[in-house]
């Protein structure tokens, strides 16, 4: 039996004007213990990847200015993947795609240098770049400076650090991607927030772009026919 994989839903938050600005597209696969984050995204069939995101973006209601959708380096090289994308943006019209670059490896490497020609391709389509879980991993300033004038938004993920989002060092952390936002002139979307005191620290911290499980867990986004949960 082929796996079957669908993408989930997690609304993203503008808790200055208490509205949903976007949606970001989770893809999961379902198991016998139920839907689950697949074990390498790079080694789902690019056909599969570039259907789904296609067949997903039919059925989204254009209500909202954003829809992002994960993509890693070596998908974005993918020409089937980077073909759905741009169908993706046409249909979801006036609502922008954001090609959300993400670290999740894969077994082709690819340099900033030689992704940048295919981001000014989707950009030249009307969608708009996000950078994913900065400050950790390969997305440290001096690894991403070069792609920053290219991107519309940076997103930082609380869980992706050991510490609380009340440990000075991570709020430092936070005060430095603002900085760098503000003067690229992006915006700053804050992941992991789960509770209302994340939710009051960071509004203290000056971000209203907000997006966890406070809000919202991601949420299954059926296509027509499906019959399970």
């Known amino acids: 039996m082929e796996p079957i994989y669908r993408y989930f839903v997690q609304p993203q938050i503008n808790t200055e004007t208490k509205t949903v600005f976007g949606y970001e597209l989770l893809m999961k696969q379902l198991t016998p213990d139920g839907w689950r984050l697949p074990a390498s995204f790079s080694a789902i069939d690019s056909k599969v990847v570039a259907d789904l995101l296609v067949e997903t973006t039919k059925v989204l209601s254009p209500k909202v200015r954003y ?3 994960n993509v890693n380096r070596e998908q974005l090289m993918t020409t089937s993947i980077a073909s759905a994308i741009t169908k993706s943006q046409e249909q979801i019209y006036p609502t922008r795609l954001v090609v959300e670059l993400t670290e999740d490896d894969g077994p082709q490497q690819y340099s900033v240098q030689e992704l940048i020609p295919q981001l000014k391709k989707f950009l030249d389509q009307g ?4 950078l994913d879980d900065v ?9 991403i400076q070069e792609l920053l004038p290219l991107v519309s938004e940076v997103k930082f993920a609380l869980q992706n650090f050991a510490e609380e989002f009340s440990d000075p060092k991570i709020q430092k952390k936070i005060h430095f991607w603002r900085a760098i936002t503000q003067e690229y002139g992006l915006r700053l979307v804050l992941e992991g927030i789960e509770n209302a005191a994340d939710s009051q620290l960071s509004r203290h911290l000056g971000i209203k772009l907000k997006q966890g499980y ?7 986004l059926k296509l027509p026919g499906d019959m399970f949960a």
């Open 214 to 220: 406070y809000f919202s867990k991601p949420r299954l």
């Open 67 to 69: 829809c992002s959708v």
């Open 127 to 130: 969608m708009e770049l996000s």
């Open 135 to 143: 400050g950790t991993g390969d997305n440290y300033f001096t690894s």
